[in-house]
C-alpha cells in the first residue's frame, strides 16, 4: 500500500504523457494473461500501435514461465522477475541482413550527410529506437493459487519493453510497478509512464537520478562501448575510447549487466568461469539450462558480463522458448553443420533433445531455490580451495575434497551427458573444450561463505562479485592490451581537422600480429594465469 500512495499524490488531470520522451527509455507496457482455453492473450499495450501483431504473439509467449520447466509452488501468491531478448520484426528488411551488409548501407549513407546531419540523425535514433534489431522485455510474474478458480489458480505478467539492455534500470521499476499494477490495475501503466516520460535522456556509462513518484532510482548505466551496437547510442559516446586500462572506480559499470549476481549464480561452479570466459571471447555456442526463467536469464546475463570490458558481439537469449521464430531454424540444422555462436538461456528440458549438437552446455540453479540463495557448500571445511586436477569440465569435482565417490560421480554425468537431466536436475558443465587460462585459487580463496542467513548472504555476495568481476575486469583488459596500438590512430597532418578528414589507424595484418605477439610475449599478467600455448588463444 505504502508503494502505491506514493503514485497516488499526483491526480490523474496531473498525468502527461510525453510519447517522444518515453521512448528514449521504453517502447511500451504490456499487460499479459494466461487464458486456460486460449493461451497468452495480451489485455493491455501502452501505447496502442508500439508492436507489430507478431511481435506481440512473441513477447507474449515470452512472459510466462515454461509449464515444463516449473515444479508445483503451494503457496498461494508467487513473483518472479525475469527479462528476454527477442528479434524485431518490424523492419524485417533490416532483421534479416547480415551485419555486413547492415555496414555497407550504413556507410553509403554516412558518405552522403554531413557531420551535423549525422549527430541530428543519431539523436533522433536514441530516441525513437529506429536502429534496433532486438527487444529487451523485463517481466514481473505473478502466479496466484486459488482453489476456487478454474484449475486452481492464474497467472498474469506486466513487461517493460525496452531497445536498451538496461536491467539496473528495469528490475527495480518492475519491482514498484508490478505490485502497483496489481494494487491499481491499468491506471499503473499511467503513472509509471508520465514519470517515465519526465526522465533525462539515458547517458551510457553515468549514474543517474531518475524519479519514481516520492521514490528515486538511482542507477548506473552501461559504457556506450560495450552497448549493442543496435542500440541506437549517441556518435560521440561510441567514439568513446576502449582504452585497455582498468577503471579507477570500482562503482563505475564497465560492461552490460554489471549487476548480475556471479557468485549466487555460478556458486557451485565457479572453477569453470575461466574456461566459460574463453568460450564467450572465442564466441562458441553454449546453452545453459536452468529449473527457473530468473535463474536461466541471470546466468545469461553473468555470462555477458564476464567479459567486460569487451563488447559481447554474439546473439544472447536471456529467455529462448520454442515458440521464438529462430527456434525453428536452430532445430533444422543438418548433421554436421555448424551451431551459430549464440548464449541460449532455457528451462524447457525439449531443448536438450532438439539442440543436442551445440557443443557447451551448462546447468545451473536449483529446483527449490525461490528467493534464497543455498549456503555456498562446495567449499572445502577448511574454508581454502584445494589445487585439484585440471581440465575436468564436471560440476564441483575440483572445489569438494577429492573422494572416491565425488571421482565416479563426475564419471558418471560425463558418460551419462546432459540427457541425465531429464531424471534429475544437477548443476553441471559439459564441454569438450581444453581451456588454457588457469582458474585463480587465489582469487577464489579470497571469497568469503556467508553461511545460511539471507541478510548476510546478500551484502557477502556483494563482496564477492567485487573480487571476480575485479579479476575478470583484468584479465580481459590484460588480454586486449596487445590489440591496443592498432587503436591509436597516425597524427593528422598539420591543419587538417580530425572530424573531416580522419587520421587512418594501423592495418591489421592476423599473421603478422600473431609473430610479433609470439616474439615479446603476452605480459607477466597472462603468462603466470595462462598455459605454455597461450598463443592458441589469440589464434
Known amino acids: 500500500m505504502s508503494r502505491s500512495a506514493s503514485f497516488l499524490v499526483r491526480s490523474e488531470a496531473d498525468l502527461k504523457v510525453d ?6 527509455w521504453v517502447v511500451g507496457f504490456c499487460i499479459i494473461r494466461f487464458d486456460l482455453e486460449q493461451g497468452q492473450l495480451i489485455e493491455e499495450c501502452y501505447p496502442a500501435g508500439c508492436l507489430t501483431h507478431n511481435e506481440e504473439l512473441e513477447v507474449a509467449f515470452s512472459s510466462f514461465p ?3 520447466s516449473q515444479n508445483h509452488n503451494r503457496s498461494s501468491i508467487h513473483d518472479c522477475i525475469f527479462f528476454f531478448r527477442v528479434r524485431r520484426q518490424g523492419n524485417p528488411q533490416v532483421a534479416h541482413l547480415p551485419s555486413s551488409e547492415i555496414v555497407e548501407v550504413n556507410k553509403t549513407q554516412a558518405s552522403q550527410m554531413t557531420a551535423s546531419d549525422k549527430v541530428l540523425k543519431q539523436r533522433s535514433k536514441i530516441q525513437t529506437g529506429a536502429n534496433s534489431r532486438y527487444l529487451y522485455g523485463f517481466v514481473f510474474n505473478r502466479q496466484r ?9 492464474e497467472q498474469k505478467s506486466v513487461v517493460i519493453l525496452s531497445h536498451n539492455p538496461f536491467s539496473s534500470v528495469f528490475r527495480p521499476l518492475l519491482q514498484i510497478m508490478g505490485p502497483l499494477y496489481f494494487d491499481i490495475g491499468k491506471k499503473a501503466l499511467n503513472f509509471i509512464a508520465s514519470y517515465v516520460s519526465m526522465w533525462p535522456v539515458p ?6 537520478e531518475l524519479p519514481i513518484g516520492n521514490a528515486t532510482l538511482k542507477v548506473n548505466l552501461p559504457p556506450a562501448h560495450c552497448m549493442p551496437l543496435d542500440c541506437g ?4 559516446e561510441l567514439a568513446s575510447p576502449i582504452a585497455p586500462f582498468l577503471p579507477s572506480s570500482q562503482s563505475v559499470p564497465q560492461g552490460l549487466f554489471h549487476d548480475a549476481d556471479l557468485f549466487g549464480t555460478f556458486r557451485g561452479l565457479l572453477m569453470q568461469l575461466w574456461k566459460l570466459w574463453e568460450l564467450l571471447l572465442i564466441g562458441e555456442p553454449i546453452l545453459i539450462i536452468a529449473p527457473t526463467p530468473p535463474q536461466c536469464c541471470e546466468a545469461v546475463a553473468g555470462l555477458v558480463s564476464l567479459v567486460a570490458p569487451l563488447l559481447c558481439s554474439i546473439d544472447f537469449r536471456p529467455y529462448f522458448t520454442i515458440h521464438d521464430p529462430d527456434f525453428a531454424h536452430l532445430n533444422s540444422l543438418q548433421e554436421g553443420a555448424a551451431f551459430p555462436p549464440m548464449i541460449l538461456g532455457v528451462t524447457n528440458l525439449f531443448f536438450l533433445k532438439s539442440l543436442r549438437r551445440i557443443p557447451h552446455v551448462l546447468s545451473v540453479g536449483n529446483p527449490v531455490m525461490n528467493a534464497a540463495r543455498l549456503p555456498f557448500s562446495a567449499r572445502a571445511s577448511t574454508g581454502r580451495i584445494p589445487a585439484g586436477p585440471e581440465g575436468l569440465s564436471l560440476p564441483n569435482l575440483s572445489l569438494n575434497r577429492f573422494t572416491p565417490s565425488n571421482f565416479l560421480n563426475a564419471m558418471k554425468l560425463r558418460r551419462d551427458g546432459p540427457l541425465c537431466l531429464m531424471t534429475e536436475h ?3 558443465f559439459w564441454s569438450s573444450y581444453a581451456p588454457i587460462t588457469k582458474p585463480d585459487t587465489s582469487i577464489l580463496n579470497r571469497l568469503i561463505d556467508a553461511g545460511m542467513s539471507p541478510r548476510v548472504e546478500e551484502s557477502m555476495s556483494v563482496v564477492n562479485n567485487d573480487i571476480l ?11 586486449l592490451a596487445p590489440f591496443g596500438p592498432y587503436y591509436r590512430p597516425t597524427t593528422p597532418s598539420e591543419g587538417s581537422s580530425p572530424y573531416v578528414d580522419p587520421p587512418p589507424l594501423p592495418t591489421f595484418n592476423a599473421e603478422d600480429f600473431l609473430t610479433s605477439l609470439s616474439a615479446r610475449g603476452p605480459g607477466k599478467f597472462l603468462l603466470k594465469r595462462m598455459k605454455s600455448n597461450w598463443l592458441d588463444l589469440y589464434r
Open 145 to 153: 493459487h486459488d482453489e476456487r478458480l478454474k484449475r486452481g489458480g
Open 426 to 428: 544437477k548443476e553441471a
Open 66 to 68: 515454461d509449464s515444463v
Open 469 to 479: 568481476r575485479r579479476h575478470f575486469l583484468e584479465l580481459t583488459t590484460n588480454f
Open 203 to 208: 547517458v551510457p556509462g553515468q549514474l543517474m
Open 233 to 236: 547510442v549517441l556518435f560521440e
Open 19 to 24: 510519447e517522444k520522451s518515453l521512448q528514449q
